[in-house]
């Protein structure tokens, strides 16, 4: 940290070669790259990056996948119940924890506006408070799609007559189970609760070149690592790595956020969101090219 804040990229490279872990925390919770950013030298800010996007790929291919400390897997919050608040602008599980609430409306919003492009068919994976499918079926797409595998969740879709509106098919099972049996599609959403990029968003990603077409567009909720800017930014370029070895080009669109006041997470066991800027990821498969071979079967995987 005291190298990468004077600027000493020579030292931090050094220092990442006998094992100096590059997203340590000191006491105020600040990691090298933010020192370093903080400061103004982005060519270490750019050498940290680097060497996080390397060792998160080096852990993912030997399959050593850690849950984030405190947090549940998808299938516990399955088998729990979860209650919507009275006014409907949340949903929390039987902890307490936010699985949805609604101050991320202008959010989905956006990310409809990106999925739903083209018009065309349309699946989301995960209902939530419905924001993202509300938003979907206001674009008037030509069919939509959606995957909700938590009972309660399901309930409260056929009790507001989800299942009732014209071109919208509800799949009651998780992902897992149904794809990729569904598609192909226009466009995609991805947001489900109790699932990590590491364990569950790779397994859903290697999945995209056979449920999204050619030029479709898919995207999700982008909460990885939401309170550390350095640690998302080492994630994004991460997606980005990933997902070029797909044939898919991502961009991040930087998204304002009226970060939610205290007063919004009054009743929340822990607070999910802290950030004044969000990075809505657009990520567009590529056509195929005149041979027939599509690009995500031409390109190879970048080295780890």
Known sequence: ?????????SVVGRLLEAGAPWNALDKNGLCAGEHAEAAGHQDVVNQLVVAGCRAELILAA???????????????FLARSVRYSSSNDRILD?????VMMEWEQPLMEAHAEA??????????VGFGLGLIDAAIQRRKPRSHTIIEAHPDVHKKML???????EGVKIVFA?????LPGLGPFDGIFFDTYGEYYD???REFHSLLPKILKPGGVYSFFNGLVPTNPFFQAVYRQIVDMEMAAMGIETTFISLPVDAPDESVWKGVKHRYWCSDAYYLPVCEYIEADHGG???????????S
């Open 1 to 9: 940290m005291v190298a990468a804040k004077a600027g000493h990229s």
């Open 62 to 76: 030997a399959e050593q996948h850690v849950r984030p400390n405190g947090q549940v897997s998808n299938q516990d």
């Open 94 to 98: 039987e902890d307490g924890e936010a």
């Open 115 to 124: 999925i739903c492009c083209s018009g065309g068919d349309i699946l989301n």
């Open 159 to 165: 009790d507001t007559g989800w299942d009732k509106k």
């Open 174 to 178: 998780r992902w897992q189970e149904v």
């Open 199 to 201: 364990a569950d968003m």
């Open 293 to 303: 071979e599509s690009q995500a079967e031409s390109r190879t995987p970048p080295s």
